[in-house]
C-alpha cells in the first residue's frame, strides 16, 4: 500500500528552524508533484509549498523567503526546510503527492500523510 510518513515536526521558538521529512513507500513518486500543507487549530488547511517532478517549486506567500522544499526521487523522500519560524506557523503539517498537476491544490492531491505537529512560541 501507499505510505507517506512525516516526520521532523516539534516545538520551536519563534526565529528559530525546523526540517520536516516525508518518506514515501509504496510506489515512486519521481515522477509526482509533492506538497507540503498544513492546517491551524481553527483554521482551514492550506497550501504552504511544493516541487514538481522536474524540480519546480511553489510557494505560499506567507511562507516565502523563509521555507524551501527539496526532493531526493533516490530516497522517494521530500523535505521542507523552515527557518525564521513565526508563531502563525504552528500548525499540523500534511505531506502530499500530487501525480498529474503541480502540487498546489488539496483537491488534485492523490495521496496524503497522517500529518506532523510543529508548535512555535513567541
Known amino acids: 500500500q501507499v505510505q507517506l510518513v512525516e516526520s521532523g515536526g516539534g516545538v520551536a521558538q519563534a526565529g528559530g528552524s525546523l526540517r520536516l521529512s516525508c518518506a514515501a513507500s509504496g510506489r515512486s513518486f519521481s515522477r509526482s508533484a509533492m506538497g507540503w500543507f498544513r492546517q491551524a487549530p481553527g483554521k482551514e488547511r492550506e497550501f504552504v509549498a511544493a516541487i514538481s517532478w522536474r524540480s519546480s517549486t511553489y510557494y505560499a506567500d506567507s511562507v516565502k523567503g523563509r521555507f524551501t522544499v527539496a526532493r531526493d526521487n533516490a530516497k522517494n523522500s521530500v523535505y521542507l526546510q523552515m527557518n525564521t519560524l513565526k508563531p502563525e506557523d504552528t500548525a499540523v503539517y500534511y505531506c502530499?503527492?500530487?501525480?498529474?498537476?503541480?502540487?498546489?491544490?488539496?483537491?488534485?492531491?492523490?495521496?496524503w500523510g497522517k500529518g506532523t505537529l510543529v508548535t512555535v512560541s513567541s
Open positions: 502530499a503527492a500530487d501525480l498529474a498537476g503541480t502540487g498546489t491544490t488539496t483537491r488534485r492531491i492523490d495521496y
